[in-house]
């Protein structure tokens, strides 16, 4: 991601405060955690020095619902909390004890699961090559393919650079200006989308879209012949032991592509292990090899110094003992993160719901930043 945090509008939905540093962290030898979880109030499990920072003593957690620190393949710390929540599509905000099988609403990191199953599907030779036109796999809606709308590629959409005229990333959902709002209320979606006007060549200007998303998950649906919650069910979550997963739908009864899902902490740092394992889980190929080499390489120029990647985020530490570290991840509205580190071997995680606030991710940065620095201690 990275420089410090940038002050915003309230009700804008922003994923900074991640300007973080780190030093050496030596290997760790914990043995995986498996305990038994209490109700009511904070629980932590593992490494004492971290959870004597995890604890709300130690440090602000601003509705913080959840924090897991792993490296190497083992749990270091596993913290979970009281916590006030209103997950998507619910009227009322609830309070929950959270335990590490309460699954967690994860808003925009549904985007970057979708960037592997494009992967997937790519490997397998369905989704074609990357510099495909969008239209050829819209054929119903050639009537709007203009010869500049016909420049937009899946790498386009994969990459957030279809240059539309597309406003999402500084207004809040609830103003109708914001342009995922306006898609989620147009009858039809995808020629909503395909109808947008143009600001730039394709490929040339990065803008966070959740209608990139949105349209890189109909194609793949399309091109793999399976919903997306299936294809995931089949080739990611069952694989990983996760089970059934919750994934909420939209227009046409689809699974969400750009803000639906719903893990538990320790499923989404099962995601962040296989991406530091190259893809591979218990000795089987999951997400190509080149697929996630590729996600791990930081691609375009994004907001607030990151970049971006086949849906996934990029920030490097560039102040004090850790400059020179990179991290890898996934950002949710609320304050939803997922982090990878991959000269440290370190995945990790926090939930929590702060969602649609001014700076919701700061907290959640800062919690990061303060789980490397102890880890250095």
């Known amino acids: 991601m990275v420089k410090p945090p940038v002050p915003t509008r309230p009700g804008i ?20 955690l498996r305990p038994a979880w209490a109700q009511a109030g904070p629980v932590c499990k593992g490494d004492e020095a971290l959870c004597r920072l995890l604890s709300p003593a130690g440090l602000d957690h601003s509705n913080t619902h959840a924090v897991l620190v792993e490296q190497a393949g083992r749990i270091r710390a596993e913290a979970y909390f009281r916590g006030h929540d209103k997950p998507a599509g619910r009227w009322f905000e609830q309070t929950v004890d959270f335990t590490p099988e309460t699954p967690h609403d994860l808003r925009s990191i549904t985007k970057s699961v979708v960037g592997l199953l494009a992967g ?9 090559p990357l510099d495909t036109p969008v239209f050829d796999h819209f054929p119903e809606h050639a009537d ?30 609830t ?3 914001n342009s995922e709002t306006r898609m989620g209320l147009a009858p039809d979606r995808d020629r909503h989308l ?24 109909e194609i793949v649906e399309r091109r793999s012949g399976q919903p997306l919650q299936a294809l995931a069910q089949a080739t990611l979550f069952g694989p990983l032991g996760f089970g059934n997963v919750a994934w909420r739908t939209g227009w046409r009864d689809k699974a969400l592509a750009y803000s639906g899902l719903r893990l538990t902490p320790r499923q989404l740092a099962q995601l962040g292990r296989l991406m530091l394992a190259g893809g591979r889980w218990q000795g089987a190929v999951l997400v190509p090899e080149a697929w996630v080499a ?38 949710g509205n609320g304050g939803q993160r997922l982090f990878t580190v991959p000269a440290l071997d370190l995945v990790v995680v926090v939930t929590a719901g702060r969602y649609n606030q001014a700076n919701n991710g700061r907290a959640s940065g800062e919690i990061f930043r303060a789980v490397l620095e102890q880890l250095r201690a």
């Open 13 to 32: 939905r922003r994923r900074d405060g991640l300007a973080l540093s780190a030093a050496s962290i030596a290997a760790c030898a914990v043995a995986p």
């Open 120 to 128: 997937i599907v790519h490997g397998r030779g369905q989704l074609g």
């Open 144 to 173: 709007l393919a203009t010869p500049e709308r016909r420049q937009i590629t899946v790498q386009h959409l994969l990459d957030m650079t279809p240059g539309w005229q597309w406003r999402e990333w500084d207004l809040p959902y």
């Open 175 to 177: 103003d109708l200006a």
């Open 194 to 217: 395909l109808d947008l006007p143009l600001l730039h060549t394709p490929g040339s200007h990065w803008d966070y879209s959740g209608g990139a998303t949105a349209l890189l998950g």
């Open 294 to 331: 590729a996600t791990m390489t930081p691609g375009v120029a994004a907001a607030e110094g990151l970049r971006y990647s086949r849906q996934w985020w990029h920030g490097r530490f560039t102040r004090g003992a850790g400059a020179g570290f990179s991290w890898v991840g996934c950002l």
